[in-house]
């Protein structure tokens, strides 16, 4: 297909403010406007990156500054928003990216462009699998830097540790990869999986979600829970890591007005079960998330966690009614990197990691289950 590099220091636009922003414009912040739109024109659009910008600003794409990438097709009608992963602080599921690329999509990947202390988040098209590295559109226009994900941000270690989170696009489904066999075993213990019936992993056709609570999760590092809907020194509870998952507790249809609005309040409950109020204009839906390129905050270091907390290293781990694998145990899948309240005994942590261990452990929303205990790393 054909395709076109475009730049978001580009002089024609690199002044031109994003979407519904005030000061932040598409030279300093535009890598992900940028990228989305090199992947639409990949795939038979024709836009520069000021036409793209003003199509999803006036098709709701945008969420302050901060492009809705779910919007996509209202600009590329042939172009579907696939799949979004995120995985901060774990290594990237590159058997997925691969699938997805030998499948004819592309993906976005999140980076962290400086080897500076703090993450500084910058959006990149990666689009062709090259051994053990990929092939790169950069929307910053940098050419003495090589055209490689680990070539040009080898600072970050390797390609599953360099990306932070992936957008999937592309003109069909979603090319997913095979599910990941369950360990063989010889013991009829309850604690050790049986492979006779399922696996623990699985595809997501059954996906079970809590459809009638909003999640949203925080735009910024270290945003404040507060035990009051204002802002004052004597109230915080917490500061949330930008990778927080929060219930929102305020009725739905209400809340999903409210986000990105300003001098508005969400009452939520975080993973350890706490309760407390965050910054409307501080938050995006889960389902629908609004992604830019922002600094990660240095003005609040995120709580350390009093409880273990843990997060999924697959794809569709299976959350189950007993630790036993088995088609009638089966709750429902849950996506890569999905944060869990372990709630059982101080043991639970040796497990992490280890085949045929079980965690009994309770979701944001409050549902309780098991999880394959080699299929989670410590969040």
Known sequence: MAFTQLYQNDPRWQNKIMGNGRTETIGNLGCLVTSLTMMGNYFGGNE??????DKMKQNNGF???????????SVFPNVNYQKHIECDNQDAPLDELDAALAGGSLATVRVDYSPAAGI?????????????????????????????????????GTAAQIIQEMIFVGTGTLQEQSAAPAPKTT???????????????????????????????PTVNGLTLRDQPKITGSNVLKYLPQSSKLVVLDDAATAQT?????????????????EGYVAAWYVTAVSDPALGSHKT???NKPSSPSKLVVKTSASSVSLRTEPRISSSTLISYLNFGTELLVIEGDSAASK??????????????????????WLVTKA
Do not use: C, M
């Open 120 to 156: 500084q988040s910058h959006w990149i098209v990666v689009h062709q699998k090259t051994g053990d590295d990929y092939k790169i559109w950069d929307p910053y226009n940098n050419p003495s830097e090589p055209d490689t994900l680990v070539g040009r941000y080898a600072f970050a």
């Open 297 to 299: 905050s240095q003005a």
């Open 352 to 373: 992490i990691g280890q085949q045929g261990q079980w965690l009994n452990v309770q979701t944001v929303t409050g549902r309780k289950g098991y999880v394959a205990a």
């Open 258 to 274: 409210k986000i990105g609005k300003r001098n508005n309040w969400f009452h939520v409950r975080e993973i350890e079960g706490k």
């Open 48 to 53: 520069t990156v000021a036409s793209f910008n």
């Open 187 to 217: 013991t009829t213990s309850k604690q050790t999986p049986s492979t006779t019936t399922s696996s623990a992993t699985a595809a997501p056709a059954a996906t079970n979600t809590d459809d009638d609570q909003l999640i949203i999760s």
């Open 63 to 73: 969420q302050g500054p901060w492009v809705r990438a779910f919007r996509v097709n």
